[in-house]
């Protein structure tokens, strides 16, 4: 794609596409850093300017990638994510005592432990607070596998948390 293409998608898109980068992090610098990724691979490809379904199915899916490339780095180092704060500072303003805290953490735990296909849908779906329908495009799944993978996630949940009650 060249640098003049590149600009006017970034006026027809560029606020659409950095809103979105944040609704996924909800952090500022993250979603900048999306947003730029996202840039420099739109340079690399060869999708026309004018095919507005194609550079908009691009454009989310790829911030989506790169979103999940950065989650898995800072996985890998064992780094605690923006995300990851959030979640405990929900923790935090939810939990009306020491109990509730506890079994509030061991929920997260165990979200944690899900594969990121399970995961991801759950933190989009109830962290997020979207519904099934928004939680599929941000995703780039269809409805009914969003449902799929809700109920899948609630089965290894359940199964999780009982393992460690016992």
Same mark, same amino acid.
């Given at each position: ?24 992090? *909800? ?8 947003? +730029?990724?996202?840039?420099? #691979? ?18 989310? *899916? ?5 979103? #999940?490339?950065? +989650? %898995? *780095?800072?996985? %890998? %180092? ?22 509730? %805290? ?6 997260? #735990?165990?979200? @944690?432990?899900?594969?990121? @296909?399970? #995961?991801?849908?759950? +933190? ?22 969003? @449902?799929?993978?809700?109920? *899948?996630?609630?089965?290894?949940? @359940? ?8």
């Amino acid at each position: 794609m060249k640098k003049d293409e590149l600009c006017i998608l970034l006026e027809r898109y560029g606020r659409t596409l950095s809103a979105f980068c944040y609704s996924v992090c *909800k952090d500022v610098h993250t979603a900048d850093e999306i947003f +730029q990724e996202v840039c420099l #691979r739109l340079l690399k490809t060869n999708i026309s300017a004018n095919d507005e379904r194609a550079v908009t199915s691009y454009l989310y *899916k790829t911030a989506l990638s790169v979103y #999940r490339d950065i +989650q %898995r *780095k800072i996985r %890998r %180092r064992g780094e605690v994510s923006i995300e990851e704060t959030e979640v405990r500072r929900y923790v935090d303003s939810i939990a009306d005592s020491e109990e509730d %805290r506890g079994g509030y953490e061991a929920l997260y #735990r165990a979200v @944690k432990s899900l594969p990121d @296909k399970y #995961r991801e849908v759950v +933190q989009t779906v109830y962290f997020r607070e979207l519904d099934e329908s928004a939680a599929a495009r941000i995703l780039g799944i269809p409805k009914g596998t969003v @449902k799929s993978r809700l109920h *899948k996630a609630k089965e290894l949940l @359940k199964k999780e948390l009982e393992n460690e009650n016992n």
